[in-house]
T-cell receptor, first 112, second 114 residues
Framework: GENVEQHPSTLSVQEGDSAVIKCTYS??????FPWYKQELGKGPQLIID?????GEKKDQRIAVTLNKTAKHFSLHITETQPEDSAVYFC???????????FGAGTRLFVKA | NAGVTQTPKFQVLKTGQSMTLQCAQD?????MSWYRQDPGMGLRLIHY???????DQGEVPNGYNVSRSTTEDFPLRLLSAAPSQTSVYFC?????????????FGPGTRLTVL
């Protein structure tokens, strides 16, 4: 089955710096890659996603990149702010399927 | 809309006790699911349902039962709690359950089994 590895497990940056979280997946059939943000005491919330026919997608200060050949995808947050502090999960799924496999999560700290 | 609601927020059980975690959604979503979140392991799918009367197993179904008698509700039952079931449990729903549909998560239930 699919396995998603996520690094780093913890990331600390200064406000205004960039943060990068990396994930790898094992199942070459996976073609949909969502990212979720979990704030303290809340459930995860979708922040951005990318499909395998696209190499990069941006939404304001966040962007995702996908390298299908290497089975890597990454989340980039620019100009980080304290409110970006949260746990971020990457995930992989197959279009049409009913199961999403999540990475272990990255706890991001943005220091003011 | 209240979205996805879960009760209780916190629960402490003794080994062998049973309980039901409640989940409800008011978005008329067909798909509902249960995940458990453990440190260093992310979110793992326990059971899911693609509609009333239909349920299926996820990655870690052992020790848990589910049923889906209505579109709105999807309770998770622990028949005989074990310390290994200490975790944070999240219920989620999506429109049709297709992997590309956005999943909406509830606030979670933190369960401790002594």
């Amino acid at each position: 089955g699919e396995n998603v590895e996520q690094h780093p497990s913890t990331l600390s940056v200064q406000e205004g710096d960039s943060a990068v979280i990396k994930c790898t997946y094992s199942d070459s059939a996976s073609n949909y890659f969502p990212w979720y943000k979990q704030e303290l005491g809340k459930g995860p919330q979708l922040i951005i996603d990318i499909r395998s026919n696209v190499g990069e997608k941006k939404d304001q200060r966040i962007a995702v990149t996908l390298n299908k050949t290497a089975k890597h995808f990454s989340l980039h947050i620019t100009e980080t702010q304290p409110e970006d502090s949260a746990v971020y999960f990457c995930a992989a799924a197959i279009t049409g399927g009913f199961k999403t496999i999540f990475g272990a999560g990255t706890r991001l700290f943005v220091k003011a | 809309n209240a979205g996805v609601t879960q009760t209780p927020k916190f629960q402490v059980l003794k080994t062998g006790q049973s309980m039901t975690l409640q989940c409800a959604q008011d978005m008329n979503h067909e798909y509902m699911s249960w995940y458990r979140q453990d440190p260093g392991m992310g979110l793992r799918l326990i059971h899911y349902s693609v509609g009333a009367g239909i349920t299926d197993q996820g990655e870690v179904p052992n020790g848990y039962n589910v049923s889906r008698s209505t579109t709105e509700d999807f309770p998770l039952r622990l028949l005989s709690a074990a310390p290994s079931q200490t975790s944070v449990y999240f219920c989620a729903s999506s429109y049709r359950g297709q992997s590309t549909d956005t999943q909406y998560f509830g606030p979670g239930t933190r369960l401790t089994v002594l």
